[in-house]
């Protein structure tokens, strides 16, 4: 599986950014797709998943109370890309934003579980 994330730039604070994730290779139906953040100094944490077959998103419990209500993630099977929409944007939320493919139809929130990364796309929320 490939992964090839785009959409991050600067946006000021309360603004909103769409980013995609685009999947090739075999068997995709059988992935789930999260997408992760890492900030400067911290710890790569995830902020949402999505089955690529018949299950829909997961906004688990564990993942960050800040991104809730804030950020959507969706999915476009016809084209096998997935999205993550975020609104009302922090300074807080800039990051680098990888999404991550795993062979499994449950969505873990540990890195470590993913094989397949896509390169990362740049977010930075400043005025």
């Known amino acids: 599986v490939q992964l090839q994330a785009s959409g991050g730039g600067l946006v000021q604070p309360g603004g909103s950014l769409r980013l995609s994730c685009a999947a090739s290779g075999s068997n995709l139906r059988y992935y789930v797709i999260s997408w992760f953040r890492q900030a400067p100094g911290k710890e790569r944490e995830a902020v949402a998943c999505?089955?690529?077959?018949?299950?829909?998103?997961?906004?688990?419990?564990s993942y960050p109370d800040s991104v809730k209500g804030r950020f959507t993630i969706s999915k476009n099977n016809a084209k096998n890309v997935v999205y993550l929409q975020m609104n009302s944007l922090r300074p807080e939320d800039t990051a680098v934003y990888y999404c991550?493919?795993?062979?499994?139809?449950?969505?873990?929130?540990?890195?470590?579980?993913?094989?397949?990364w896509g390169q990362g796309t740049l977010v930075t929320v400043s005025s």
């Open positions: 991550a493919a795993d062979y499994s139809d449950s969505c873990s929130t540990r890195p470590l579980v993913y094989d397949h």
């Open positions: 999505v089955s690529l077959g018949d299950g829909g998103a997961y906004y688990p419990e």
